[in-house]
C-alpha cells in the first residue's frame, strides 16, 4: 500500500539540525507542521501548531502524537530513555512513520559504536528496528555524517577558519562524508514524501566526500596558505584521553569530541556511503568552488 504522509510532528525543533528540518519541511509546502516542545516558544513560525508536552509522561506524548503520520525526532538528549519514550508514544498514537535522532555516522559501523557517546544512539537504533521488524511501526534513519557548515563555523573537526589552524587526525587523509544542514533538512523531508523507498532502512547522504586534509587545504585555497599552522595529532592518544576522562566522570564537549573525532579516522566511518541516496532525497553535491565559497562566506560571519 503507499504510505502518504501529510501530518509530521518534530520534536527538537530549535537545534541545529531541528531547525533546518523544520525548514525543509515548511518549504515543501506538503505537509502540516506540529513542533513538540517542553514549554512555549514564541519564536516558532506561526503556520506550525505548537505543543507544550511533557518528554517524561508517555500519555502526554501519545496525546500528542495522535492523528501524526510522521515523527521527527531531532532532540540531542543523550539518555536513550526519551527516545524510546517517543518511538513507545508514535507506536500508541498510531504514527506510521518514525524518524530517529540519527544524524551522524553509519548506524552499521559497529566499532565506532561501541564508544559511549555513540551509546544512546545505538540502543535507540536497535530498538526501533525491533519495533519495525514486529511491524508495529516503520522508520527511516538519516546518515550525514559531519556537518559540513557547522563543523567550519565551529572547528569542531580540527579547521579553526578564524585561527587558520588545521590539527590534522594522523595524517588527515581518511575520505568522510558531510553535509550541509540544509541539505540534511531537505534529505528529511524528501524521505517522508519518499515514504514508501525509504521504509525502514538508512539513508545516506553528503554534501562532499573529501578527508580531513583536502576540507583544510580548500580553506587554504580559500585565502592563501599565509599563516596557517598545520599540525598532526595521534587519534589513537585523543581517544584514549577522551576515554580516561569519560571513566573519571569529567564529561565535558572537549571529552565528546575527542570520541567523535577519533571515528573520523576509521575505515567503517564512511563505509555506508559507497552509494549514497543524494539523487533520491534530492541532495547536491558541492564543488571545490563551492566549497571555498561557503568558507569564505563563514569567515565572513565571524567578522561581523
Known amino acids: 500500500m503507499v504510505q502518504t504522509i501529510r501530518n509530521a510532528a518534530l520534536a527538537g525543533a530549535t537545534g541545529n539540525a531541528g531547525s533546518n528540518i523544520l525548514t525543509a519541511l515548511l518549504d515543501s509546502g506538503?505537509?502540516?507542521?506540529?513542533?513538540?516542545?517542553?514549554?512555549?516558544?514564541?519564536?516558532?513560525?506561526?503556520?506550525?501548531t505548537t505543543k507544550v508536552v511533557d518528554f517524561d509522561s508517555l500519555d502526554s506524548l501519545t496525546n500528542a502524537l495522535k492523528g501524526q503520520d510522521a515523527f521527527i525526532?531531532?532532540?540531542?538528549?543523550?539518555?536513550?530513555?526519551?527516545?524510546?519514550?517517543?518511538?513507545?508514544?508514535?507506536?500508541?498514537?498510531?504514527?506510521?512513520?518514525?524518524?530517529?535522532?540519527?544524524?551522524?555516522?553509519?548506524?552499521?559501523?559497529?566499532?565506532?559504536?561501541?564508544?559511549?557517546?555513540?551509546?544512546?544512539?545505538?540502543?535507540?537504533?536497535?530498538?526501533?528496528?525491533?519495533?519495525?521488524?514486529?511491524?508495529?511501526?516503520?522508520?527511516?534513519?538519516?546518515?550525514?555524517?559531519?556537518?559540513?557548515?557547522?563543523?567550519?563555523?565551529?572547528?569542531?573537526?580540527?579547521?579553526?577558519?578564524?585561527?587558520?589552524?588545521?590539527?590534522?587526525?594522523?595524517?588527515g587523509t581518511r575520505v568522510i562524508p558531510w553535509t550541509l544542514l540544509p541539505s540534511v533538512g531537505k534529505a528529511v523531508a524528501n524521505a517522508l514524501l519518499r515514504a514508501n523507498e525509504t521504509k525502514n532502512r538508512t539513508c545516506y547522504v553528503c554534501s562532499i566526500m573529501k578527508s580531513q586534509k583536502?576540507?583544510?587545504?580548500?580553506?587554504?585555497?580559500?585565502?592563501?596558505?599565509?599563516?596557517?599552522?598545520?599540525q598532526t595529532q595521534d587519534a589513537a592518544k585523543v581517544l584514549r584521553d577522551a576515554m580516561a576522562q569519560f571513566k573519571a566522570g569529567n564529561v565535558t564537549f572537549e571529552v565528546i569530541g575527542g570520541m567523535i573525532r577519533w571515528t573520523l579516522t576509521q575505515p567503517e566511518s564512511a563505509a555506508g556511503w559507497a552509494k549514497n541516496d543524494n539523487e533520491l532525497l534530492g541532495v547536491p553535491t558541492m564543488t571545490d568552488e563551492e566549497v571555498k565559497e561557503l568558507i569564505k562566506q563563514i569567515a565572513d560571519e565571524t567578522k561581523a
Open 214 to 230: 583536502e576540507v583544510g587545504e580548500l580553506a587554504q585555497e580559500a585565502f592563501g596558505k599565509e599563516g596557517w599552522s598545520v
Open 73 to 171: 525526532d531531532a532532540t540531542s538528549t543523550p539518555d536513550p530513555s526519551v527516545a524510546i519514550r517517543l518511538i513507545e508514544a508514535a507506536i500508541a498514537a498510531n504514527v506510521h512513520r518514525f524518524i530517529p535522532a540519527e544524524f551522524s555516522i553509519d548506524p552499521t559501523a559497529t566499532n565506532c559504536r561501541t564508544l559511549p557517546v555513540f551509546a544512546g544512539k545505538a540502543h535507540v537504533y536497535d530498538y526501533l528496528r525491533q519495533v519495525a521488524a514486529e511491524g508495529r511501526l516503520t522508520y527511516t534513519s538519516i546518515s550525514n555524517g559531519a556537518f559540513l557548515d557547522w563543523n567550519l563555523r565551529t572547528g569542531f573537526s580540527n579547521i579553526n577558519i578564524a585561527k587558520k589552524r588545521i590539527d590534522l587526525l594522523n595524517d
Open 30 to 48: 506538503k505537509f502540516t507542521i506540529t513542533v513538540l516542545t517542553r514549554k512555549p516558544n514564541s519564536n516558532l513560525p506561526a503556520n506550525v
